[in-house]
């Protein structure tokens, strides 16, 4: 069976590679799909946004900012074959996390968003996503253990910052392609299953998460899948010369522009469904009124996006 992503099928790969280029440019207006009800996505915009998904691994849903409820947002992702939904310390029951940034004031526990409490001793500003400072470019779950790992996620805008917030997309499809295009060896390197090691996360004793360890390109079920984190704490790359190359030729893509990367402030009923894509989020301005301030809902999870 031809496999693009097995370094010794060049013809395969370059098939694939030949389809995935006649995508772009592209621009963030071609992933935008409208959607009538977020609840009861039509035929029609289920393909749409298939389609957009199928070919640059994510969409960009436009919905009247009264749609985005949790159960609606369940029930759209369940139309788009995501069932099984990945949890976190701060989500909630539904495993929907409420993405606001804690409050300013150091006496001042409650946050601008209505998420769970964390558990006992966790303080929330060591997680930069519940910061308003800048979010380096990522995948989601790269910490997840090997057989729990982020397939898909959707991030639906409740309210946008005053000012920034502002989020890079790159497909990882595109990563990988260029950094095979460079080398083959770039990419033996990152597919290691050594090669990207996340400390266990223990607090007093107590495990609140294991140690994850592996690689950072895998194949799943036929398609490509990336667990990556561009932050240098709490991140250990295995020592070698071509892992070290790797890592830096992976650095180096983030300001290439024939990655195509899309850039895109989302705003009140907007949001992203994508198949675990590379992103990152500027530092933001924040609304001091925590009934204005910036919140988002986002859902992990283990499924991809089913493609027909």
Known sequence: ????????????????????????????????????????????????????????????????????????????????????TDSNLFADASAVSHIAATRRNPGDA??????????????LREFIPYTDKPLSWHTDGYYNTEDEQVGAWCLFCVRAARDGGENGLIDHEMAYLRLRDESPRHIAALS?????????????????????????????NGHLHMRYSARARHVLWRDTPATRAARGALDRLFSRPDVFTFRYRLRPGEGLVSNNVLHCRSGFDDDEDPAKARLLYRIRFLDRVALD
């Open 110 to 123: 409650g946050r601008a968003g209505t998420a769970p409490e964390p558990p006992g001793g966790v303080n």
């Open 192 to 220: 290691h299953p050594q090669a990207l090691s996340i400390p266990a996360h223990s607090l007093d004793g107590r495990t609140l998460r294991a140690e994850s360890v592996g690689p950072v390109f895998s194949v799943r």
């Open 1 to 84: 069976m031809d496999d693009p992503f097995d370094l010794s099928q060049v013809s395969a790969y370059s098939d694939w590679r030949a389809r995935k280029l006649r995508a772009y440019p592209a621009e963030i207006a071609d992933l935008r799909v409208p959607v009538g009800r977020l609840d009861q996505p039509t035929p029609g915009e289920r393909a749409a946004l298939k389609t957009r998904i199928e070919t640059f691994n994510m969409a960009l849903v436009a919905v009247d900012p009264a749609e985005i409820q949790t159960e609606a947002l369940l029930s759209f992702t369940r139309a788009l074959g995501l069932q099984r």
